[in-house]
């Protein structure tokens, strides 16, 4: 029968052992994030390549290797099972022609964030929370109040007043309770952690749970599908928790210790904004904590997270991989968007556009090659925010505009 290999929860600074079958959020010794462990030799017993070729179900095919018991208990929009694009005109642009984007903004709600809260949502429901609480910069909260909505269970989202009002305005028509925060999302997530404990809602802020990082790991799984079962040379990942970065680098052991992939791992390239680097900042001065950083400001609302509970794995995963963590100005995030819409990528989220700035910059200096095979991670869709900066003001004409030579010197291609 095909079930969960889920044995344990494991602390990830501590190393402690815990019970996955009750609802946790961050290890009891040192507040740091638990992550779940499987026993990969029983997966194996159902999980093989061609089985899973065969599943349908888009991220559910990975049953054992999620936490859910009983299936009966998944909540689904249709999450995961994102094409792997390649951009060869983007690419060329950019500096680095083996350009492939991993297009999540195809994922329900726009952005990935529907992956992590698909999963923890579905679990949290299994182990019987009864409410469901967290806070947002944008696309999380849309996320949660859809998933909860689908599951049944009323959600709360703490976002900062400042939050782009697609997110907001989604999680409100999702039936979700918001409440604005006139601060920042860490603000917000000492809100929701105060809500949580007066009301015994279940607090789903990224890695205060173990499960939303189980869900995002996916991405990794699905990398090396989407590749025959190798990895790219170089990951690029717009970041501002890291969950996706955390869940990746554990998806890739997960599936070593199948057998299904050897030792390679892609160089992890985390991109920030410069008015909120606090993970560059740690990177460059060699530290294995991030100080949280104050004023934080990017128009990339996914970025604006100043201080991340993830912050030990994140950057151990960089350092590992052999990677690197880079920032970019508002400016780039801004000529980037518009670039990549030029060069087919579609309407980017400023996330995405990050990135994108950050391969140019990173191709320019030589620090990734003109031929090595780039996978960059688009987030979200543009949609959802305020358009960049620097759109052309379209002319208007009457209906009946009479003369052709001014119709075909405004329209003519
Ligand atoms: C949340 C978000 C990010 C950052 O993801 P993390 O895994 O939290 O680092 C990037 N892009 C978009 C569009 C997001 O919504």
Redesign the pocket.
């Known amino acids: 029968m095909v079930q969960s290999a889920l044995t344990h929860l494991e602390g990830s600074t501590s190393g402690r052992r815990y019970d996955a079958d009750r609802l946790a959020t961050v290890d009891p010794v040192d507040g740091r994030p638990l992550l779940a462990r499987y026993d990969v030799a029983a997966a194996a017993r159902t999980l093989s390549r061609e089985a899973l070729a065969r599943r349908r179900g888009r991220l559910w095919r990975w049953t054992e290797l999620l936490p859910l018991r009983d299936p009966r208990h998944v909540v689904t929009l249709g999450e995961g099972g994102t094409p792997l694009l390649p951009a060869p005109r983007l690419g060329a642009a950019l500096g680095v022609p083996r350009l492939a984007l991993k297009a999540e903004g195809l994922n329900p709600t726009g952005?990935?964030?529907a992956r992590g809260m698909a999963v923890a949502v579905s679990r949290a429901a299994e182990l019987g929370a009864r409410a469901l609480v967290a806070p947002s910069?944008?696309?999380?909260g849309g996320a949660l109040a859809a998933y909860g909505a689908a599951a049944g269970l009323p959600v709360t989202v703490f976002m900062p007043v400042d939050v782009p009002a697609a997110n907001r305005d989604e999680a409100l028509l999702c039936g979700a309770r918001v409440v604005l925060v006139d601060g920042l999302i860490s603000d917000c997530g000492a809100l929701s952690r105060r809500v949580a404990d007066a009301t015994g809602a279940f607090d789903v802020s990224?890695l205060k749970e173990p499960y939303r990082v189980e869900g995002?790991k996916t991405m990794g799984f699905e990398l090396a599908e989407d590749l025959g079962w190798r990895l790219p040379d170089v990951v690029v990942?717009?970041?501002?928790?890291?969950?996706?970065?955390v869940g990746m680098w554990k998806a890739w052991e997960e599936l070593a210790t199948l057998g299904w992939l050897g030792p390679q791992r892609p160089r992890l390239i985390s991109v920030q904004a410069e008015g909120c680097a606090p993970l560059v900042r740690a990177f460059e001065a060699g530290a294995e904590e991030a100080e949280p950083w104050t004023d934080a400001h990017t128009r990339?609302s996914?970025?604006r997270?100043p201080s991340a509970i993830g912050d030990r794995l994140i950057l151990a995963a960089l350092r590992a991989s052999g990677g690197l963590a880079v920032a970019v100005s508002e400016d780039a995030i801004d000529d980037a968007q518009r670039l990549a819409g030029r060069h087919g990528a579609g309407y980017v989220?400023p996330?995405?556009a990050a990135a994108l700035a950050a391969v140019a910059d990173l191709a320019a200096r030589g620090d990734i090659g003109a031929d090595e095979e780039v996978v960059v991670f688009d987030?979200?869709i543009g949609h959802k925010y305020p358009a960049p900066a620097g759109l052309p003001t379209p002319p208007v004409v009457a209906a009946d505009e009479p003369d052709t030579d001014r119709l075909v010197a405004l329209a003519g291609a």
């Open positions: 952005s990935f964030k910069a944008g696309n999380a990224t995002k990942y717009p970041t501002g928790g890291g969950t996706g970065l990339a996914g970025l997270v989220s996330e995405t987030t979200g």
